[in-house]
């Protein structure tokens, strides 16, 4: 699967501390490699858009959206950007 980055994950990744890039880029490497690796968490949000979020670390997520074999990543950060995922 090809990972596709949005100007806002790509933004929110450049705003993050170096420890924390690191940390997904390690989890985003497990996502290609198996998106149901279990210490992703991968689940659907409660969104129309088909959005599914996945875990960096206990305070830190991702979300996207699979169209065929591309994978769009759309944010990334706290639990806040749930919001607006």
Same mark, same amino acid.
């Given at each position: 699967?090809?990972?596709? *980055?949005? @100007?806002? *994950?790509?933004? !929110?990744?450049? &705003?993050?501390?170096?420890?924390?890039?690191?940390?997904?880029?390690? %989890?985003?490497?497990? *996502?290609?490699?198996?998106? =149901?690796?279990?210490? $992703?968490?991968? %689940? %659907?949000?409660? !969104?129309?858009? @088909?959005?599914?979020? &996945?875990?960096?670390?206990? &305070?830190?997520?991702?979300? *996207?959206?699979? /169209? /065929?074999?591309?994978? $769009?990543?759309? =944010? $990334? &950060?706290? @639990? !806040?950007? $749930?919001?607006?995922?």
């Amino acid at each position: 699967m090809r990972l596709f *980055f949005t @100007h806002s *994950f790509i933004r !929110d990744y450049q &705003g993050l501390p170096k420890h924390l890039q690191q940390a997904v880029d390690k %989890k985003l490497q497990l *996502f290609q490699e198996n998106q =149901r690796q279990p210490s $992703l968490q991968i %689940k %659907k949000m409660q !969104d129309p858009r @088909h959005i599914w979020e &996945g875990r960096i670390t206990q &305070g830190y997520r991702f979300t *996207f959206q699979i /169209e /065929e074999e591309v994978c $769009l990543l759309r =944010r $990334l &950060g706290t @639990h !806040d950007l $749930l919001k607006t995922p």
